[in-house]
């Protein structure tokens, strides 16, 4: 390359107006240039013979980088998907969990009728207070005989 060609190149670079292949061609310019640059330029022979060094150091230390990409990729995609079936079986569940009661081999689902039922049901099942002590000292009894 010519010395106005690099010297166009710098000053789009100094703009931020140049594209990654003209970076790359500043990049290999710097880096294989032999003899003397004009002293203006040293500071940016330094800056890019150092990020084609980081550029090529990077490749060597992470050959897998695009193959981790795609595992990151598949990962985040099989968790949404989890979360998405989760959320679904859930609103699966609530729509057909409505209240019911079966009377008579009749499946109601009045609310006042469940409601009704299942007081009734859990009258049956209630104890007194008294009740629970007693039972309380009659486990303690059997521990004592033991």
Known sequence: MNE???NQLIEKYLNGDTSCREEDE???YFATVKGDIPEAWQPLRQLF???LHQRQQHKVSYPNRR???WSWLATAISVAAV???LFML???FQSSSANYV???GEKTTNQETVIQEAENALGNVSSTQQEDFNALFQIGETNHEN
């Open 90 to 92: 859930t609103l699966q």
């Open 67 to 69: 193959r981790l990409h």
């Open 49 to 51: 013979v150092w990020e």
């Open 102 to 104: 079966i009377i008579n």
């Open 83 to 85: 979360f998405i079936f």
């Open 4 to 6: 106005q060609k690099i």
């Open 26 to 28: 500043l990049r290999t």
